[in-house]
């Protein structure tokens, strides 16, 4: 009567790769997202740098040239 465990079908170790599958397509698809983010907040805090910097020295220029 006891006949031990048995063994799983196959629909069920598929669906369990499915499962991994998706979980770890989902951590990819994460991922990209957050370095994509990542990489456009350097771009705009580079370009914002080089625009206060510009700024500055603009306004450094001028002050220059009017003292002369």
């Known amino acids: 009567?006891?006949?031990?465990?048995?063994?799983?079908?196959?629909?069920?170790?598929?669906?369990?790769?499915?499962?991994?599958?998706a979980l770890a397509l989902g951590i990819r698809d994460t991922a990209r997202d957050m370095l994509d983010a990542g990489r456009d907040e350097a771009r705009d805090a580079y370009n914002e740098y080089w625009r206060r910097y510009d700024a500055k020295t603009k306004l450094?220029?001028?002050?220059?040239?009017r003292q002369r």
């Open 60 to 65: 450094r220029s001028e002050r220059r040239r």
């Open 1 to 21: 009567m006891n006949e031990g465990p048995r063994p799983a079908p196959a629909a069920d170790a598929n669906s369990v790769v499915d499962w991994a599958r």
